[in-house]
């Protein structure tokens, strides 16, 4: 049988030293590398479609990358990063042919290698 203990003190309890690094539970914040930040899939009107986030993304436009992909065997690309009045990223537009389901994602740039 093994003592144990939920207070960390006492029988079962880990010794100070022994209890290991405070970041031995990482969370999403510790991690390097991209994150998706928006995805989602709207259809073209005309070729073209604005999208337009409802709480600007933190930032200049430059800290962020747009995917587009069109359901279709047409292509799909985006255009125009926009902005807001406070320099946060706010919208983009995509291009693409007639009335096609394009997906996108948006991802935050956070590794240069």
């Known amino acids: 049988m093994s003592a ?5 003190v006492g029988n079962g309890g880990v010794d100070g030293s022994n ?14 590398g991209t994150r998706v930040v928006a995805a989602n899939r709207v259809n ?3 070729g073209t479609a604005t999208i337009t ?4 993304l933190t ?4 800290n962020y990358i747009v995917i587009a992909n069109s359901a279709t ?6 255009g125009t990063l926009t902005n807001d009045s406070n320099g946060n990223f706010a919208s ?10 394009v997906y996108w ?8 290698g």
Not at 4 to 8: E, F, I, L, P, R
Not at 59 to 62: L, S, T
Not at 92 to 101: E, I, K, Q, V
């Open 92 to 101: 983009f537009a995509l291009t693409g042919t007639g009335t096609d389901l």
């Open 59 to 62: 930032g200049d436009k430059a």
């Open 44 to 46: 073209l009107s005309g």
């Open 105 to 112: 994602m948006v991802a935050k740039v956070g590794f240069d």
């Open 19 to 32: 209890k290991g690094s405070e970041r031995m539970t990482l969370g999403v914040s510790h991690l390097l």
């Open 53 to 56: 986030f409802p709480v600007p």
């Open 4 to 8: 144990s203990s939920v207070t960390g």
């Open 73 to 78: 065997s047409n292509r799909a690309y985006p």
